[in-house]
């Protein structure tokens, strides 16, 4: 072999085997992006007793959740938020008999 087909030969091996480092490497976790549009929005609002509620709104501003509750505070509402955008991204889903606690099952 050629002493130039050698060293062509390695620089190709090292230069995959530094493509294969690269790609194998654990990136670091991506930044959602702020100026991203959601394809729903959470608004905050007073009801008629006074209580904070939140519900989740579409971009065709169709209402797909609510609080269910009212909360005293407005701070107390923005972390049911939260704890629903931390809670639910992976939720499972559940088919229940009825709308009964435990599924209607006595």
Do not use: H
């Not at 065709?60 to 701070?75: D, F, L, P």
């Amino acid at each position: 072999m050629s002493r130039t087909f050698v060293l062509s030969l390695a620089s190709l091996v090292l230069a995959v085997a530094g493509l294969i480092a690269l790609t194998a490497a654990p990136r670091p976790a991506v930044a959602r992006q702020p100026d991203k549009k959601s394809a729903a929005t959470f608004e905050v609002y007073k009801d008629k007793a006074g209580e904070y509620r939140w519900r989740l709104r579409t971009t065709n501003m169709q209402v797909i959740a609510t609080s269910g509750e009212g909360y005293s505070s407005k701070r107390a509402c923005q972390d049911g938020i939260e704890s629903v955008k931390k809670n639910a991204p992976d939720a499972a889903v559940e088919e229940k008999e009825s709308d009964a606690p435990g599924g209607g099952k006595d």
